[in-house]
């Protein structure tokens, strides 16, 4: 075991994946010499080279629509956009070609292309900078979506997402990047979870709380302080948004009968919303009270001044805890 | 004619002039360019000293029956569309040469990135037209294999492939298959794409990465109904060198013009001296969809001007000048398209909707439970229809 932090552990897992996959390349705007904003990629172009990672011109766009082409040629491309509210050039590219052309070619062609996005606020940025736009990815059919939540996950994850034949949109946890937990860099993947499936973070009997990303720390604080007011809060970490692991969420809520969803995301239309129809449909009888959803409310990011009161903290998240035994 | 007044000749007529410099319109050749052409409107072969064309009397027959085949194909699948038989086709008339000449250039090992509306090129790389009409007759999204015939699927949205063809070839440079013996890709698009973003973003990674790609872009003077005018103030070709590699302004409806200049293009490419853009001047003859009325926003006298320069004419008459082709070849050729056209056809009308529960095949390589949970749902509703009678 090595203690890593989750950027770190990203680059390992990077490393990884080169070093076990000739074909798959690195690429996006500042991936190379700087080793990305966020130092994700830190040396890996000067052991890799240029051919491998690329500095790309600043087009998400185009970072997406050539990255498709390099898949079409054997590649397995893994894209950097730089942040969440960037990646929005490359929505097109993303939604109408990488999701659809498999279906497009009947199952032909294959494209394993990962698509790496930071995501998420509280790091005091500016516009666009701290957003959470997950579910306009889970929502189109095609596409495997997925968020890591600490540096295990980060390390494992990524390389799953490299070997997946299929297009992954891989979050990040920006203002987790520097959280440090234990990873085992030598276990290989063979004991890793599957990348399509949650884990349940703390054993609980009282309410499930799912969330994924930044929020699994927040929540797992949550069950801590929980524990005070004598409620056992079973937190589970979705870490795939699209497929859901319903099976285990499923298995959660009969068990405990309350739940809550928590995400940095507006609620409106989101993850947590889909989930909450779903445990309706199929925990019906085991429910003691309405899923309840704490995430941002329904306005753009607002200024980082703001951003305090604007996404889900401990407090809200105990808050919702109160209100589910409220029914 | 020589060269110089075949390039002004290409200047669509009909077209109320601009007000601004001739300069600045793009359909003038005012400032420049010549226009390649080595076979005129009126089938006389010219040459040109950038692009000399060896070519056989059985080449050029062939050539010549491509042209005429793939014009049969686009007819037939026209009239398929009228009779209720495809929801939708997108002519290729009038752009015969520009899609046979390009398509004839490739060797096998070339990768080719098509609009909707390449079915001459389609036909040239050996990908059976039935797959086209499965397409526009909403059985399929296209499904074939693009590495079949090196022929990708059809892309509808405009200007999207020429990203995946500049990433094919940043692939191409590093399989290391750049040089003597490479390969290249070859991408099409139209005018109005030349205003998309995707467009813009191909030429410059293409050019930042020197990558073996050609932009095939064929002028057909319309985007729908916006002309080439609402697109640009400068000729297409010479926005290549804005973006750092050479671009040309070929004869769109002269097929050995085409087929020259993207086969030089090509092989620089291949030769690792990286991108072109090729502006094939051309003019869609016919309507921008089957459910497009043209009438509304272009004169006809316009259209008559371009019949005059009719990609196919020109090569019969040059073959019947040249005395490289009996009569009996003609026939026999019209004979031909006329088979093919009957057999497309009839594979039409044959065509059997798809299986409802293939919809959910494909989306992912591996099913998801929540997609196999609908298809069960979705089967087990379709089952209890089973020995209904429905009450009409």
Redesign the interface.
């Known amino acids: 075991m090595t203690t890593l932090t989750l950027s770190r552990a990203l680059n390992e897992g990077l490393r990884k994946a080169l070093e076990d996959n000739p074909k798959a ?1 690195i690429m996006g705007e500042d991936v190379g010499k700087l080793g990305g904003v966020f130092r994700v990629t830190d040396g890996l172009q000067k052991d890799f080279g240029e ?1 491998r990672v690329i500095d ?2 600043l ?1 998400e ?2 970072i ?12 397995r ?1 893994i894209c950097e956009i730089q942040f969440d509210g960037f990646v929005f ?1 490359a929505f ?2 993303i939604v ?2 990488l999701a ?11 494209l394993p292309v990962v698509v790496r996005i930071p995501f998420g606020g509280g790091i005091g940025a500016v516009e666009h900078h701290s957003e959470s736009p997950e579910s306009l990815f889970a929502h189109t ?2 596409l ?1 979506v997925v968020a890591c939540g600490d540096a295990a996950d980060a390390y494992t994850m990524i390389q799953q997402a490299v070997r ?3 297009p992954v949109i891989f979050f990040e946890p920006k203002r987790r990047y520097w959280d440090k937990a234990e990873v085992d860099v030598d276990g290989g993947l063979a004991a890793a979870l599957p990348m ?1 499936q949650s884990r349940v973070l703390v054993p609980g009997t009282d309410v499930t709380v799912l969330c994924y990303g930044p929020m699994v720390r927040t929540c797992a604080e949550a069950a801590v302080a929980a524990q005070d007011d004598g409620r056992s809060l079973e937190v589970i970490d979705l870490r795939s948004l699209a ?2 692991d ?2 285990t969420i499923f298995a959660s809520v009969r068990k405990t009968g309350r739940c809550i969803v928590v995400h940095e995301a507006v609620v409106t239309g989101g993850i947590g919303a889909e989930i909450a129809a779903q445990i309706t449909q199929e925990c019906f009888y085991s429910l003691e009270s309405p899923v309840l959803r704490v995430g941002a409310y329904t306005t753009p990011y607002p200024p980082s001044r703001l951003e305090e009161h604007y996404l889900p903290d401990l407090d809200r998240i105990l808050d919702a805890v109160d209100r589910t035994f409220g029914y | 004619m020589t060269v110089k007044d075949a390039g002004r000749a290409a200047r669509p007529a009909g077209r109320a002039p601009a007000k601004r410099s001739p300069a600045g319109d793009p359909g003038q050749q005012a400032d420049s360019p010549e226009l390649i052409q080595l076979l005129t409107p009126e089938g006389e072969r010219v040459e040109h000293p950038d692009y000399p064309l060896e070519i056989s009397a059985e080449e050029l027959k062939s050539l010549y029956r491509d042209l005429v085949i793939v014009r049969r194909i686009d007819f037939e699948a026209i009239a398929l569309q009228r009779q209720g038989e495809l929801g939708i086709w997108a002519s290729l008339l009038g752009q015969e040469a520009a899609q046979v000449g390009s398509g004839r250039a490739l060797t096998p090992r070339d990768m080719a990135f098509p609009t909707y509306r390449e079915h001459g090129v389609a036909w040239c790389r050996g990908l059976d037209p039935m797959k086209l009409l499965e397409l526009f007759r909403g059985v399929s999204h296209g499904g074939w294999d693009p590495t079949e015939h090196n022929f990708h699927l059809y892309t509808i949205v405009i200007g999207s492939q020429t990203l995946h063809a500049t990433g094919y070839a940043m692939g191409i440079q590093r399989d290391g298959a750049v040089g003597e013996d490479g390969e290249a890709v070859i991408v099409y698009f139209g005018d109005g794409a030349t205003s998309q973003g995707d467009v813009n973003e191909a030429f410059i990674w293409a050019s930042v990465n020197n990558s073996p790609v050609v932009f095939f872009c064929q002028n057909n003077q319309w985007a729908i109904s916006e002309p080439l005018e609402r697109q640009s103030r400068v000729p297409l070709y010479q926005r290549a060198h804005g973006f750092g590699f050479p671009g040309v302004r070929v004869d769109g409806n002269d097929v050995l013009a085409c087929l020259a200049v993207t086969r030089k293009a090509m092989q620089a490419a291949r030769e690792g001296q990286g991108p072109t853009m090729i502006e094939a001047f051309t003019y869609r003859m016919g309507a921008h969809t089957t459910t497009d009325d043209p009438t509304r926003y272009r004169l006809s006298a316009e259209l008559e001007a371009w019949k005059l320069k009719d990609p196919i004419e020109r090569v019969k008459q040059y073959l019947i000048r040249s005395q490289q082709a009996e009569m009996s070849f003609f026939d026999e050729v019209e004979a031909e398209a006329t088979r093919v056209g009957a057999r497309v056809r009839a594979a039409c009308l044959e065509m059997p909707d798809p299986e409802p529960l293939s919809m959910f095949d494909d989306v992912l390589t591996e099913e998801t439970r929540q997609l196999a949970a609908e298809r069960a749902g979705f089967a087990a509703y379709l089952d209890s229809f089973v020995g209904e009678e429905v009450a009409r």
């Open positions: 390349l051919a790309t011109p087009a766009s185009g997406i629509g050539t990255a498709i082409g390099l898949a079409l040629r054997g590649y491309p050039p097109d590219q109408s070609q659809k052309m498999r279906y497009r070619s009947l199952g032909s062609v294959r059919p095609g495997r997946s034949d299929d399509d497929p859901l319903t099976a």
